[in-house]
């Protein structure tokens, strides 16, 4: 059975840093695109950055890039997501989500077949 679950999530004053981590199982990462994705309260789910499971490229919005850093460690099955300098309006859950497939990572929510649970961060003084 296919699980992603996410952890690392929290409270952070604004400019702090957190990680979180999207551990898989039941399935190996190597040919899988990893998503992270986020939501905020009373807004719709937005793609925040990716990586191929092909050849290891990554996306990242607008909104975050040069502040957020995705890497993967596939011995451990594990996807992480560093993200400094966090801001209040970074305040969501956080899910992440697997996509097996030969291409470029997508940042869209249709692109993925299997997602986590999600995490909370809030980026609250």
């Known amino acids: 059975q296919l699980q992603l679950v996410e952890s690392g999530g929290g409270l952070v004053q604004p400019g702090g840093s957190l990680r979180l981590s999207c551990a898989a199982s039941g399935f190996s990462l190597d040919y899988y695109a990893i998503g992270w994705f986020r939501q905020a309260l009373g807004k719709e789910r937005e793609g925040v950055s990716c990586?191929?499971?092909?050849?290891?490229?990554?996306y990242y919005a607008d909104s975050v890039k040069g502040r957020f850093t995705i890497s993967r460690d596939n011995a451990k099955s594990t996807v992480y997501l560093l993200m400094n300098s966090l801001k209040p309006e970074d305040t969501a859950v956080y899910y992440c989500?697997?996509?097996?497939?030969?291409?470029?990572?997508?940042?869209?929510?249709?692109?993925?077949?299997?997602w986590g649970q999600g995490t909370q961060v809030t980026v609250s003084s």
């Open positions: 990586v191929s499971g092909s050849d290891g490229s990554t």
């Open positions: 989500a697997a996509e097996r497939s030969p291409f470029p990572c997508g940042h869209h929510e249709y692109e993925y077949d299997y």
